[in-house]
Each structure stands twice: as C-alpha cells, then as structure tokens.
C-alpha cells in the first residue's frame, strides 16, 4: 500500500481499488479505474466500493516498473499460500483485490491509516499523513527531471494549476529532510 501510493502517487481509495484484472503483466501497466472507501453514515462506518475515482482524470494508466511486478507477484504467490492455509475461513469475498489481509478480507481504510502511523513512529521517521505519500512522489519525479507536465498526468491532475511547483516541490523536500545527506 505505502508503494502505491509514494511511487504511483495513489490516494488511499485508489490504492485499496487496485484489482489483480488491472494489472497487465503482458503490457506492463497498471491502472487506476476503481475505489474503495469508507464512509460515516448515520453514526455507523459503511463500505464505499465503485468503479469511479475521486474525478475523471484521476482514472488512468501506469507503467509498471520491473521492482513493483516482483513485489506483486510475491504477494500473488503468498496469497495463495494463506488461501491453502486458511482452507475453508479464507474469504473469498474479495479475491480479485490485491490489498488483502492473511485471510482474505479487504483492507480497511481506517485500519491502513493507523498502521501507518504505528510505522511511521516505530522507524523514528517524520509524522506525515498517508496523504503525503503524493508529495513525495512528485518530489521525487522532479528531482529526476521529470517535466511538469508529465508529473501532472502521473497522479491523474486535471491541469497543472493542480500540480505541485518547483518552488511547491523544493518547499516539500526541504520539510521532509530529503536534502539532508543521511
């Protein structure tokens, strides 16, 4: 999920939409075309699932890059080993759903978020939102000289009054420490 979103520059729905069928091993891409939510409805968190991003240019193709197909097929592989494992209380509600627990179930948006955070803080790193995960990516694009305009279409922007600057992006960087030699 933390790949996802920093490299591929997804918001949490959009992470947690991700299915096996959108990814194509063959062509070499991934596509964000489906979301996965929770939503408060009278005082009760109900499951928000559609085949509709947040706005029509955030549906869109990736590539997919050779470290991320690896990473994607080890947890093909171990999902099947919890499917043997777990024989008949594995879930198979959402099978076709890369983003599952070790017995089947969805991931939860809010449960993703806390973790998270627990992770952020047992490594002693900086205290950012899974949200932020976006302005590293764009950080990263640039400072690899990446244009702008291409910076915009990889998280699905509208217009690039919507992407981040150079000035925006630089500002980014400096707050994370990414400047800092380690």
């Known amino acids: 999920m933390v790949i996802l979103a920093a490299?591929?520059?997804?918001?949490?729905?959009?992470?947690?939409?991700?299915?096996?069928?959108?990814?194509d091993f063959e062509q070499k891409t991934i596509s964000v075309n489906h979301v996965v939510t929770d939503a408060y409805i009278d005082s009760h968190i109900v499951r928000v699932i559609k085949d509709k991003t947040n706005t029509k240019f955030s549906t869109r193709t990736l590539p997919l890059v050779s470290p991320f197909e690896s990473a994607l097929l080890k947890l093909k592989e171990q999902q099947k080993k919890d499917m043997r494992l777990c024989g008949k209380s594995y879930s198979k509600d959402y099978l076709e759903y890369i983003n599952r627990d070790s017995i089947g179930e969805l991931m939860k948006p809010g449960l993703l978020s806390q973790h998270f955070k627990i992770i952020i803080k047992k490594h002693g790193l900086k205290d950012i939102r899974f949200h932020d995960l976006k302005h590293s990516c764009?950080?990263?694009?640039?400072?690899?000289?990446?244009?702008?305009?291409?910076i915009q279409e990889w998280p699905g922007h509208s217009n690039i009054t919507t992407t981040p600057t150079p000035i925006h992006i630089l500002t980014s960087v400096k707050k994370c420490n990414l400047l800092t030699p380690l």
């Open 138 to 150: 764009a950080s990263l694009l640039y400072a690899n000289e990446v244009d702008l305009k291409a």
């Open 7 to 23: 490299f591929y520059r997804m918001r949490r729905s959009e992470a947690l939409g991700i299915k096996w069928d959108i990814i």
